[in-house]
């Protein structure tokens, strides 16, 4: 996974918002801490994992719907989809304050919780990302007053939505088949490296058998299973690359024994690894295995 760059704080002079379209996917960032920012985080495309240290599990955020942590508080975030997109909206504590006095109400952070987002946080966010991202003249002070005005009406509204939401009710049926698509992603990520199930299952804030039984039950097959048939596949792929050679398609997918990878080929209905020509689509040789493995197929 790509890192991604954090910084305390992203506020400067007397600005109370600071808005962020960011359209990387595949990314985590290191655990740290805002000093006297609010971030409000609304995902666009895919969904956001939060590590948060006031939660015992990992928070996991959908479109339409946003979280916000307060300053001081550690977390991380990250994403395992190639198009992963979301708005990061940094809001200066003062102005919280002050938009809580106006409202007669406080913001409950004490948990993180998952709040459901209204159409009309949407579209301020919308208006801003879209003000800050125009063609127009960006030195012009007429486009930076109506970026800031953009800012503060999504950062009022990130507040207000913080203050009249209810907690967002999980659909277990939609979660777990989210949770069991970032983890497929997740293996396909790593095939190269040895993970355990100890690894994963903390990865995705789940019991190992909790990972096990839920895997099983979205797949109808084994978290090990999984890994040995994407190896073949990869392998089976790479195989066809021109001077690939047995050790180094093994080496690809993280197996050190070109006789093991042999016995999964047998396993899983392939022919010899050595002088392979299959069914599997050809690539080039300088192609990434990051880019063979995108697509989670199905069992």
Known sequence: MKPY?????HLEGDRVADVRHVSVGEYRTRPHRHDDEFMFLLPRTGQLVLNVESNVAPVRVAPKSFVVVPPQRLHDTRGYRPDQAHVAVYVASDFVVFCERKARRKLSCARISIWSAPLLLLDAARVATGTARSSEDPTSELAEFRAELAARTL??????????????PSNRADARADIV???CAFLDETLDQPISLERIAYEFG?????LTRVFREATGESVVDYQSRRRVQIAATLLNSPGMTVLAAAAAVGLESPSYLARLFRKYGYGPPKGYKGDATPIGSAAPLAAITRGVPTS
């Open 206 to 210: 789940l019991s190992q058998r909790s």
């Open 155 to 168: 950062a009022a509204s990130c507040v207000q939505a913080g203050l009249m939401a209810a907690a967002l």
């Open 181 to 183: 698509r970032d983890i």
């Open 5 to 9: 760059p954090t910084a305390p704080r």
